[in-house]
């Protein structure tokens, strides 16, 4: 593998940073850090048609990735996950092109395995030894596998509304778990202390600037999967915002070498009404979002009161000519039952949540017919076996036949 990775870059003031060093975020003004490739040299370099000979992995992208041995890889064997037209659930949504990406495939069961392998690899690059994250959801389950399977210590810190499965799940893995009242917000707040005063490294959103790294190639496969065209739409769940600003990176990257026409897609940010702050940014005018007071929805993984890239989200709303939507708890319910029966698809709360802004969305006209509208599954339902929909088993008494 060879690295085409230059510089780091500050996303507020574009501050340069020497790629080879553990920098987390700006120390100018506490920007999140972007990493910033020679596109030229990558132009040069590789025919986008070389990649069907190679593995159906994220890996693939390897000259758009900031690693720079094969020997550094940290995999779990994540394979290109299925882009799967959905009729039946859009005839029920309205939507005639509607595709749903199941991220639920990747290990873990989540698309946080992406930025766990991608983070995880760089981190043991760099020599990091030990690794700290406040988690709401499947992040830190996915940091604690990939930190396992580097031999690297993670210690994860999470609400204790955490739904049990992915709190058994991390733990699993061997990472020290703890558990805090409150929100993600109040997990952070202690992994800042502790990183600080134990020298650990900050893998949280956006403060170490490769998560999102493995985040985009979720863009460099739908473009791939659909011919290297975009649809119309991508409806992504929106809590810390990562895949959604990822996917933006990685489509001006595809555009700057060319192997992305200049076809734009627009995006849309689904959240819940009970954590809503992108939403109310949005409709407000405002580059950033104000802290949601009191965060309430069984979506954990969206339940997330103030994300460090917001800004970048907000800007990539609107420069795609995108817009953001919040769903209630009741109709992201609904919405796991719809995928359920309508398509044998199992998704998570926060997949709902973007079916959900679908329905919402073509009811009001904004998503028109005939638009190609692709949703991102980000994990699988049975990470959330207390949400799950459906009628309750009913008992069969001895010698009786179902109805």
């Not at 994860?156 to 929100?183: C, F, H, N």
């Not at 005018?285 to 965060?295: K, R, V």
């Not at 953001?324 to 044998?344: L, Y």
């Not at 509208?373 to 959330?384: A, D, E, H, I, R």
Request: some cysteine; aromatic content about 6%.
């Amino acid at each position: 593998m060879t690295s085409f990775a230059t510089h780091l870059e500050c996303a507020r003031c574009s501050e340069y940073y020497e790629i080879n060093t553990v920098q987390q975020l700006c120390s100018r003004d506490g920007g999140p850090l972007l990493v910033r490739y020679d596109l030229r040299r990558v132009q040069d370099a590789v025919e986008r048609e070389e990649l069907r000979m190679r593995p159906a992995t994220l890996w693939r992208y390897g000259e758009l990735l900031p690693i720079e041995r094969d020997a550094s890889i940290v995999s779990l064997g994540e394979p290109t996950t299925p882009l799967l037209d959905a009729p039946r659930l859009g005839q029920a949504l309205g939507v005639e092109r509607l595709q749903i990406k199941d991220e639920g495939l990747l290990p873990t069961g989540t698309f946080k395995a992406r930025g766990a392998a991608v983070g995880v690899t760089r981190a043991k690059e760099l020599g990091v030894t030990a690794i700290a994250l406040p988690t709401a959801g499947n992040a830190g389950a996915a940091w604690a596998a990939y930190g396992a399977r580097a031999g690297i210590k993670v210690v994860v810190v999470m609400p204790d509304t955490t739904p049990q499965v992915i709190q058994r799940e991390t733990a699993a893995y061997g990472a020290d778990v703890w558990l805090v009242k409150g929100s993600i917000a109040d997990a952070g707040a202690v992994v800042k202390r502790a990183t600080a005063e134990r020298g650990w490294f900050d893998a949280s959103t956006l403060k170490e600037p490769y998560r999102i790294e493995g985040k985009k190639t979720m863009g460099f496969e739908l473009a791939e999967q659909l011919g290297w065209t975009l649809p119309d739409v991508i409806v992504y769940p929106t809590g810390g915002g990562v895949g959604l600003i990822g996917m933006w990176k990685a489509f001006a990257e595809l555009r700057e070498i060319g192997w992305l026409h200049d076809v734009r897609t627009r995006f849309v940010a689904a959240q819940s009404t009970g954590c809503a702050p992108i939403v109310r940014a949005f409709e407000e005018g405002a580059d950033e979002s104000q802290p949601w007071p009191d965060p309430k929805t069984f979506a954990a993984g969206i339940r997330v009161p103030k994300a460090l890239g917001d800004f970048i989200v907000l800007r990539a709303l609107r420069e795609s000519n995108g817009i953001a939507v919040a769903v209630t708890d009741d109709d992201i319910a609904q919405h796991m039952r719809v995928a359920g029966e309508r398509e044998g698809m199992l998704v998570c709360p926060e997949g709902a949540a973007a079916l959900a802004a679908v329905t919402k969305l073509r009811g009001d006209g904004w998503i028109k017919a005939g638009e190609r509208v692709v949703v991102f599954n980000t994990g699988s339902g049975l990470k959330y076996a207390e949400s799950l929909q459906g009628a309750a088993p009913r008992a069969l008494a001895a010698g009786a036949l179902p109805t």
